[in-house]
């Protein structure tokens, strides 16, 4: 990765921490993501960012998925903290009682983060993640979101979003790909439930990530941060372009950033020259079928919509600022 | 799902940890029931055995219990409220020596919902027989290490070989933590099987939990009329003591297997495990299915039972007859003759 997408060439409060020698290297080398896997990525800048707040006293519950499967294969193993593996859809419970577990130790220094993809977050874990919020347990749930199932090949989640080409959401005929009135923002269900803090994040801005997770981490309570992290392999695009399209995302307002505390928006980042949805999409061949000879315009007008509605609700083109 | 997730958390960060569910809390959670033995955690959790649906039903059977009997837990069954409180303080023992997750079954309502005088010892003998818990492997800042990792073929049959041959002998620390519980408190507990009068009786009936006391009584009173009757009760279900239990059975011409769970389309759980246990025997194995849902186990219904000597291998004890008649239909392709 060039030291641009680490932010070096930016003013001194934006070179991210992964850009410095110190860098812990919390998910090391040698794993086996594809290359360019925006989940990689973002769970290292996110792990080394929460080891650095919290003095590298932190353990990781990570539930089943890409990210596990990558990282820890027997008898190797990336992470270079403690680390468990239970399941599927239990990860938000399995790391309530290891913040359970430490604070009866009295090591409430430890802190704890439980991770997942969108599948395990937004579907089979929203269960015991609800209730992880509901009890305010002290733990900082980080999802990565790479909109789909993509361990195992692809599926829809619900998570990905409209008209998106999934390998159940496969446009046929008059079928344009994942439905436009399905989905769940969970962001927003976090947000509902009043936990001390939410935010969003994306590998496309790695020292805004840096930050929302190293403040999420000292936070007593429930935290959830929600990581936008493109897939080359799910999504369709060259290996070289996973920071790109990320910010693409970003600039389009399809994936806003902002942040929350016990249940209110605190701030949001703005953006600095909107673009159209349509460069994002063109992007990647999971949207390929919007531009083919079915193509409707109707179709990119529901996406533009959403992401007018983002820039709208979030202040996203000059309203509320980051601080 | 939830509940025993959280003790899978605790307990791999080191801390001593129990739960309890029952019924279909259990199937909820069967997930994480094979994941905690997979990932060698001594978790104890007392399952309140009951019924499964549909059709729902909330009152006490087996079903539940052996719907994860091959998921790699210890398994132990009290037969009276004492030895509930027992084997809880026993299964934290053994549980800890064998790295293995303990589930205490206690019968649904017919225990879990009794009133019954129990002696609870205080908290500083209990110390004295249980010393704190030292995790070999935990969640730990200064030593870190990966817990679940993917396993690949290469190594896959060899852990679940290793977990078979602890599961084994688990059965000696079982029987230890008996003995060691009887010095401590005087009583007898747990352990691997109850025999009642089981050294010269011709026939032997082999059950598991509360039933146990009502069969008892029965043969008391069959015995006294000249019958020649024991009771073999199995307290550990798994591992299942193979070796104590066929000992136990030495002198029986006839074993009456009553249990409160079947294998739909098979028939008796327990009853196949006696069988193939005992098939080089020349006895006579009978398999009674009771108690399903709650329906109570009398004296009489048992009396009889024992009295009449059944010609079939499987009986559904207090089966309604009528009802039978009235709705079961052969099935039949409608091609077959
Ligand atoms: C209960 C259960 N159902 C299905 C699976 C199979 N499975 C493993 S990973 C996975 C998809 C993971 O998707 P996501 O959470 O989005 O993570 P990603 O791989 O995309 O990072 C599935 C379905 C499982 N392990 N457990
Ligand atoms: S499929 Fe996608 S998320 Fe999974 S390792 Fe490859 S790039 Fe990463
Ligand atoms: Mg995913």
């Known amino acids: ?323 | 799902m939830g509940a025993l997730s959280v003790a899978i958390g605790s307990e791999a960060a080191g801390v001593r940890s129990y739960t309890a569910t029952s019924s279909q809390g259990l199937l909820y959670m069967a997930e994480a029931v094979y994941n905690a033995s997979g990932l060698n955690l001594p978790i104890v959790m007392t399952l309140g055995n009951r019924a499964i649906g549909a059709p729902i039903n909330i009152w006490n059977d087996h079903t539940d219990a052996m719907s994860v009997r091959d998921a790699g837990w210890l398994m132990l069954f009290a037969e009276t409220n004492q030895e509930a409180v027992d084997l809880h303080i026993q299964a934290f023992k053994i549980a800890e020596a064998t790295k293995s997750p303990v589930m205490v079954c206690v019968d649904g309502f017919i225990l879990t919902h009794a009133y019954e005088r129990v002696d609870i010892p205080s908290q500083e003998e209990v110390d004295d027989y249980l010393p704190p818990y030292e995790p070999e492997i935990s969640l730990d800042t200064k030593h870190p290490q990966a817990i679940g990792t993917m396993v690949p073929p290469e190594y896959f049959t060899e852990v679940r070989y290793l977990a078979h041959k602890r599961q084994i002998d688990s059965l000696g620390v079982i029987e230890c933590a008996g003995k060691g519980f009887k010095e401590k408190f005087g009583r007898e507990s747990g352990g691997l099987i109850h025999k009642y009068n089981t050294e010269n009786a011709d026939t032997i009936i082999v059950t598991m939990g509360s039933v146990a006391g009502t069969i008892k009584d029965v043969i008391d009173e069959l015995n006294e009329k000249g019958g020649k009757y024991g009771v073999l009760s199995i307290v550990s279900y798994r591992p299942f003591p193979n070796e104590a239990v066929k000992e136990a059975l030495r002198s029986a011409k006839n074993i009456i297997v009553v249990e409160k769970a079947f294998a739909v389309g098979i028939g008796g759980i327990l009853s196949q495990e006696i069988e193939l246990l005992m098939k080089d025997s020349n006895c006579e194995i009978k398999s009674v299915i009771a108690g399903l849902g709650g329906r109570a186990i009398t004296k009489p219904m048992l009396t009889e039972y024992f009295l009449n000597n059944a010609k079939e291998r499987t009986t559904f004890l207090g089966l309604k007859e009528d009802i039978i008649r009235e709705e079961y239909k052969p099935l039949n392709c409608g091609k077959c003759k």
């Open chain 1, 1 to 323: 990765m060039s030291s641009s997408t680490m932010g070096n060439r930016l003013s001194k409060e934006n070179v991210a921490f992964q850009s410095e020698a110190d860098r812990p290297n919390t998910l090391t080398s040698g794993h086996r993501a594809c290359q360019g896997c925006g989940e990689a990525l973002g769970a290292r800048c996110a792990i080394d960012a929460a080891f650095k707040a919290a003095n590298g006293k932190i353990a990781v519950v990570n539930g089943t998925g890409c990210l596990e499967v990558f990282s820890c294969v027997y008898p190797n193993n990336s992470w270079g903290v403690p680390w468990i593996h239970s399941l599927f859809g239990n990860t938000p419970a399995v790391a309530t009682g290891v913040a359970a577990a430490f604070h009866n130790q009295g090591k409430d220094d430890v802190r704890v983060i439980a991770q997942g993809g969108d599948g395990s977050t937004t579907d089979i874990g929203m269960g015991c993640l609800s209730g992880m919020f509901d009890r305010n347990d002290d733990v900082l749930y980080i999802c990565y979101d790479n909109q789909a199932y993509m361990n195992t090949g692809v599926q829809r989640s619900s998570a990905t979003p409209a008209l998106a080409r999934t390998a159940t959401t496969l446009p046929v005929g008059s079928y344009l790909g994942n439905d436009a009135s399905s989905g769940k923002n969970v962001p927003e269900i976090a947000v509902a439930h009043k936990i001390p803090y939410v935010a969003t994040a994306s590998v496309g801005n790695i020292p805004d990530l840096e930050r929302k997770v190293a403040k999420a981490i000292n936070i007593k309570g429930a935290k959830y941060v929600h990581i936008h992290v493109p897939c080359p392999l799910g999504w369709g695009f060259p290996t070289s372009e996973t920071v790109r399209i990320a910010r693409l995302a970003l600039k389009c307002g399809l994936f806003p950033l902002f942040e929350a505390e016990n249940g209110e928006v605190v701030g949001s980042t703005p953006i600095d020259d909107v673009i159209g949805v349509e460069d994002y999409l063109r992007a990647q061949r999971r949207f390929a079928h919007l531009f083919g000879k079915n193509a409707t315009p109707d179709a990119i007008g529901i996406l533009q919509n959403i992401a007018n509605t983002n820039i709208q609700k979030y202040r996203l083109s000059g309203g509320v600022s980051d601080d």
